[in-house]
């Protein structure tokens, strides 16, 4: 039996659609590496901070303190144990692609240290992924130096409340919760580790976190995320409650700027630009 040349590429291009995964796969491929079922993971890291103050020049901000590849927002730094918890509250954004077939994350979340203490972060947040015209949203909870989990069964969608708080029980030990609030769902989740938290650093962040194999980790594409607003971020200390006012101001730098921090009062903007 004879074939025309075109049959053939239009078979072998129905054939490449057909082996492209649908969004739903790629969720469900995504939520089993966290789940510990393949061996890729998903990870929130420490800050890694660039040394680029011709980058701080360029935007018209000399005295800007801190760029990362990883890191957005505002971090309290203190040199004694001090921090017992952290929340705050935001909108979950739409992601958008910024080019290109591969899926671009970023992520929203609030933590116990990670900047100048990097043995341990206890952690909560919300991913929100896209490709195409295709977008997903993951609530989860991390104590690294282990990887993160998501909250099992916990439903987040574009436009959701969400609160998000990290409460130290001991060194070892934490609580993380997550609250939606446009849905009256919460989900708490107590971990440990044997990595020990200094209590030095109270942060919110926007981050383009990792994906691993093994221990070969790389930056996942980052999503143009618009703006995440923290509102009614604070701090709880020995001595009582802290908004992030007077907070290290760090934006994400990828061969570019890719974002830019505002604070004020108790609120913590971060706009991809």
């Given at each position: 039996?004879?074939?025309?040349?075109?049959?053939?590429?239009?078979?072998?291009?129905?054939?490449?659609?057909?082996?492209?995964?649908s969004s739903k796969e790629r969720l469900t491929s995504r939520r089993a590496r966290r789940s510990g079922d393949v061996a890729r993971t998903r990870q929130s890291k420490p800050v890694n901070i660039?040394?680029?103050?011709?980058?701080?020049?360029?935007?018209?901000?000399?005295?800007?303190?801190?760029?990362?590849?990883?890191?957005?927002?505002?971090?309290?730094?203190?040199s004694t144990a001090t921090y017992k918890s952290v929340t705050?509250?935001?909108?979950?954004?739409?992601?958008?692609?910024?080019?290109?077939?591969?899926?671009?994350?970023?992520?929203?979340?609030?933590?116990?240290?990670?900047?100048?203490?990097?043995?341990a972060i206890l952690q909560t947040g919300v991913d929100f992924c896209v490709s195409g015209s295709d977008t997903s949203f993951d609530a989860w909870y991390e104590f690294f130096p282990a990887d993160s989990f998501d909250f099992s069964g916990f439903s987040?969608?574009?436009?959701?409340?969400?609160?998000?708080?990290?409460?130290?029980?001991?060194?070892?030990e934490g609580t993380l919760?997550?609250?939606?609030?446009?849905?009256?769902?919460?989900?708490?989740?107590?971990?440990?580790?044997?990595?020990?938290?200094?209590e030095t650093n109270a942060e919110w962040i926007v981050e383009d976190f990792e994906e691993c194999?093994?221990?070969?980790?790389?930056?996942?594409?980052?999503a143009?995320?618009?703006?995440?607003?923290?509102?009614?971020?604070?701090?709880?200390?020995?001595?009582?409650?802290?908004?992030?006012?007077?907070?290290?101001i760090i934006d994400i730098e990828q061969n570019s700027v890719l974002t830019s921090v505002s604070q004020s009062g108790s609120t913590v903007t971060v706009e991809y630009v």
């Open positions: 039996m004879m074939f025309s040349a075109a049959f053939l590429v239009q078979a072998l291009l129905a054939s490449a659609v057909f082996a492209f995964p660039v040394s680029s103050p011709q980058v701080a020049a360029a935007v018209g901000n000399a005295s800007h303190p801190q760029f990362s590849s990883n890191w957005a927002g505002a971090v309290l730094v203190a705050g509250t935001f909108t979950v954004p739409t992601p958008k692609s910024t080019g290109g077939s591969a899926e671009q994350c970023a992520s929203a979340w609030v933590g116990i240290d990670g900047d100048t203490c990097e043995t987040v969608s574009a436009g959701d409340s969400i609160t998000i708080t990290a409460t130290v029980s001991s060194t070892t919760t997550i609250k939606n609030n446009s849905k009256g769902t919460t989900a708490t989740k107590t971990v440990t580790s044997s990595a020990k938290l200094c194999e093994g221990n070969d980790c790389e930056l996942v594409p980052f143009n995320f618009g703006t995440v607003v923290f509102t009614g971020a604070s701090a709880t200390t020995n001595s009582g409650t802290v908004t992030p006012a007077g907070a290290t």
